[in-house]
């Protein structure tokens, strides 16, 4: 049988698309450059209130949330283009309330959360109300990379659970409305399975931020927290599903927000090629243009390629998640090559433009610090790559046994 495979977006999703563009230029690009990528420095809180306005005013608000909660009830699929759109300001994400870790919490409690939940967890996060956290790694030798390391404990008191432990790296934690947390409610730190995850009010007895830690990317409201959480009390009307069950939700929630991840910095990566190509096709050099030259030819077709192969990978993914499949390995190959190819793509607009690609006079040396990161969370990429090979060589095994 033929089949026709169709890549063209519906015309609601091209015209959100171009709305976007318009908004994210008009009201976010400015507010960007003015504070030089520095959210906190801009406003933090404030002006996410003041954007997450404008964006609801021109109808980009929260495209990803269900329809039931004000917004847009995109697939994954649809999201590609218009988080890309958002993606190319470093605040855009935090104006159409699309950034982690919100985004990837909206998902998982619209897969998860009851009715009660619901109501009162997702609708103020989905309207912008509050915004969340989703506590999992911690300090040596609890999770990260690892995430059967879990050592924050949840026990059973009356009514509910006590969780006692340390994490770090949280990103949104402080003024976060509500966190999600990992804790393990059954075996020991390094056993398989055992997670719960708990919903907590931010300003639950016990939940404490210890220190904000500085990294490099400065577009996340909320800082990267590290934090400890001492005898803090969850009725079990907050155990979020079943208990036990929390590495399988994780599933849920970790290969979408490992795509929309790409989305928003594929955006970024369009962005610092289009710097470059201005640049390049402008400068005068050595009796002509720098875009004639054929070494700056190659690494902009270079970047052409890096784009195009991201872009690829992730329609994949996103249409094996719309499927309703886990999509593991699409979702590990599409993260790992887009984090180390966007990387590759901003580093090399850099080069193309001289001493102002390390300047701040272009947005490209910030995007190369806001994109580093990305290497390392949502599973760093040797971790990827050591899943993708496993699951190789464990067909190749079926393969040859059959
Ligand atoms: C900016 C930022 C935001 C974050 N936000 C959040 C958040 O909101 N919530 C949250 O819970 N966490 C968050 N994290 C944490 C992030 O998920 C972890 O940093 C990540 O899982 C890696 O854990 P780790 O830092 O403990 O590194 P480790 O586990 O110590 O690993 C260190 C390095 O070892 C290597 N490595 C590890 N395992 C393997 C393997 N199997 N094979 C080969 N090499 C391996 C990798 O190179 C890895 O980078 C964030 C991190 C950053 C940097």
Avoid at 143 to 154: K, Q
Avoid at 313 to 325: K, P, T
């Amino acid at each position: 049988m033929l089949m026709t495979i169709d890549l063209s977006y519906r015309p609601e999703v091209v015209e959100l698309v171009a709305r976007t563009e318009l908004f994210i230029n008009e009201h976010v690009l400015p507010v960007e450059n003015e504070f030089r990528g520095d959210v906190t420095a801009a406003g933090g809180d404030d002006l996410r209130r003041e954007l997450n306005a404008k964006a609801k005013a021109a109808g980009v608000f929260a495209p990803h949330a269900p329809v039931e909660f004000g917004g847009l009830g995109l697939s994954m699929s649809d999201r590609a283009p218009v988080f890309e759109a958002a993606g190319r300001s470093t605040f855009g994400p935090v104006a159409l309330h699309i950034g982690a870790p919100d985004e990837g919490n909206v998902h998982m409690l619209a897969h998860i959360a009851d009715d009660r939940q619901r109501h009162e967890y997702l609708a103020p996060l989905a309207a912008g109300a509050v915004r969340s956290a989703f506590a999992m790694t911690e300090p040596s030798p609890g999770a990260g990379a690892d995430p059967n390391a879990l050592s924050t404990m949840a026990t059973r008191v009356d009514g509910g659970w006590k969780i006692n432990g340390r994490k770090r790296f949280i990103t949104g934690a402080d003024g976060a409305g509500f966190f999600i947390i990992m804790a393990r409610t059954s075996g020991e730190p390094g056993d398989r399975g055992g997670a719960t995850m708990f919903l907590a009010p931010g300003d639950t007895d016990g939940i404490r931020v210890d220190r904000h830690i500085h990294t490099t990317d400065k577009s996340m409201i909320g800082g990267h927290c590290e934090m400890t959480f001492t005898d803090v009390f969850v009725p079990d009307a907050d155990v979020l599903g079943e208990v036990n069950e929390g590495y399988r939700y994780a599933q849920v929630r970790l290969g979408p927000a490992r795509m929309t991840h790409v989305m928003r910095w594929m955006g970024s990566a369009v962005r610092a090629q289009k710097v470059a190509l201005d640049y390049v096709e402008r400068r005068q050099g050595f009796g002509g243009r720098l875009a004639d030259l054929g070494m700056i030819q190659q690494l902009v077709a270079d970047n052409e390629i890096d784009l195009a192969a991201a872009r690829a990978l992730l329609v994949r993914a996103c249409w094996e998640l719309d499927q309703g499949s886990h999509a593991s390995d699409s979702t590990s190959i599409a993260k790992t090559f887009g984090a180390e190819a966007f990387s590759r793509v901003v580093d090399r607009s850099i080069q193309m433009c001289g001493g102002l690609g390390v300047s701040e006079d272009l947005p490209l040396a910030r995007l190369a610090d806001e994109l580093r990161p990305f290497r390392i969370y949502d599973g760093p990429s040797e971790v990827h790559r050591w899943a993708i090979a496993k699951r190789a060589v464990g067909r190749a095994r079926k393969e040859r046994q059959a």
